[in-house]
Every structure is written in C-alpha cells, then in structure tokens.
C-alpha cells in the first residue's frame, strides 16, 4: 500500500458513489477540503496521508466496507479524469 494507492482509492471510491471528494468529505462529515489535491502533500513535497478516522466516515457514510474501499489498490495506474 502506497500513498498514491490510498489517494486514487479514494478518488475513484467518490467517483463510483458519484461524488467529487469534496462531496464525499461533506457527506461523510468532514470539511469538504479534507482530500483536496492541495492537502496530498507538504509544501516540503512530504506526502499527506488521510487519517484512519476520515477513511472510517467515509465507509460509515456510504455503507461500504474497508474491503470495498481497498479493492482500488489495485486498479490500474490509470487516474481517473477528476484526479
């Protein structure tokens, strides 16, 4: 896993709930800006990780399972038009 992985994961998981991120970050609670591209990285180029908690929300949120999330890791290295 791979902090790409975990940021396409959820990239594609709004996608598939027709959502932007910024949807799915409001609709699970958080502050729409939450998987803005802006917050992946540090402006000292350190990637950002999404905390354990957000990823949870948003699985509450949509019913989904950490299996039904994970299944994007490895979708292929594609991005998704949004991204």
């Not at 709930?17 to 729409?32: E, I, N, Q, R, V």
């Not at 992946?40 to 999404?50: A, L, V």
Request: charged content about 20%.
């Amino acid at each position: 896993m791979t902090h790409n992985d975990v940021w396409y994961a959820i990239d594609i998981f709004a996608k598939e709930h027709k959502m932007t991120c910024s949807g799915l970050a409001k609709y699970s609670g958080l502050d729409p800006t939450s998987f803005n591209k802006s917050k992946r990285w540090s402006k000292y180029g350190q990637p950002r990780w999404p905390s354990t908690g957000s990823i949870a929300k948003i699985l509450n949120a949509t019913g989904a399972s950490l299996s039904d999330f994970t299944k994007y890791f490895a979708a292929p290295l594609q991005q998704p038009d949004n991204a």
